[in-house]
Antibody, heavy 120, light 112 residues
Framework: QVQLVQSGAEVRKPGASVKVSCKTSGYTCNGCFLNWVRQAPGQGLEWMGYINPNTGGTQYAQKFQRSVSMTWDTTITTAYMEVTSLTSDDTALYYC?????????????WGQGTLVTVSS | DIVVTQSPDSLAVSLGERATINCKSSQSVLRSANNKNYLGWYQQKPGQPPKLLIYWASTRESGVPDRFSGSGSGTDFTLTISSLQAEDVAVYYCQQYHATPHTFGRGTKLEI
């Protein structure tokens, strides 16, 4: 059974960094992309980027190119996303979501979300 | 970037009636190499992560009721709920994954 379990809520001050983890289990599809999507309070979904666990290759949305880094630890099948230089605009629920063998690029299974609050 | 535009922003449908949500992409999301439309539909209920309903524009995800269907090709797509149930109240999003960034539409709020 496919499962994604994310780390707990975080509070940071402006200018700080945060690293969110996403532990995956039950996958047989090594090439299934691991996406990160965020949702600001009361807003829609925003795709941030993905990492290909098979190759370690990443693609980021342009607005996150300088502030976001996505990594993958093969030994524990866990993805990480670090966001630096946080501002109040980064306050959001951050989701990891992975593709499936039917659709590598889709967000087929989702984590429960990690709330990141940026406040002075 | 491919812009994905959903309509309407909100929709109220009676129980048992049909609900239709539209999604238009600014560029074709049809890949000629495999004849697949790189378009998905998601359902998000309050306090929950989104759930994939449809991928490749018209393939229903395992476990999704058959009252949900997706259609369209190229730049114009539709999600149809054939007979609305109370548990279908949610926000629905389309997403293109043809090219990065994999943009989402702004969502359609479906109410009874």
């Amino acid at each position: 059974q496919v499962q994604l379990v994310q780390s707990g809520a975080e509070v940071r001050k402006p200018g700080a960094s945060v690293k969110v983890s996403c532990k995956t289990s039950g996958y047989t599809c090594n090439g299934c992309f691991l996406n990160w999507v965020r949702q600001a309070p009361g807003q829609g979904l925003e795709w941030m980027g993905y990492i290909n666990p098979n190759t370690g290759g990443t693609q980021y949305a342009q607005k996150f190119q300088r502030s976001v880094s996505m990594t993958w630890d093969t030994t524990i099948t866990t993805a990480y996303m670090e966001v630096t230089s946080l501002t109040s605009d980064d306050t959001a629920l951050y989701y990891c979501a992975r593709g499936s063998s039917n659709c590598w690029e889709c967000a087929a299974s989702w984590g429960q979300g990690t709330l990141v609050t940026v406040s002075s | 970037d491919i812009v994905v535009t959903q309509s309407p922003d909100s929709l109220a449908v009676s129980l048992g009636e049909r609900a239709t949500i539209n999604c238009k992409s600014s560029q074709s999301v049809l890949r000629s190499a495999n004849n697949k439309n790189y378009l998905g539909w998601y359902q998000q209920k309050p306090g929950q992560p989104p759930k994939l309903l449809i991928y490749w524009a018209s393939t229903r995800e395992s476990g999704v009721p058959d009252r949900f269907s997706g259609s369209g090709s190229g730049t114009d797509f539709t999600l149809t709920i054939s007979s609305l149930q109370a548990e279908d109240v949610a926000v629905y999003y389309c997403q293109q994954y043809h090219a990065t960034p994999h943009t989402f539409g702004r969502g359609t709020k479906l109410e009874i």
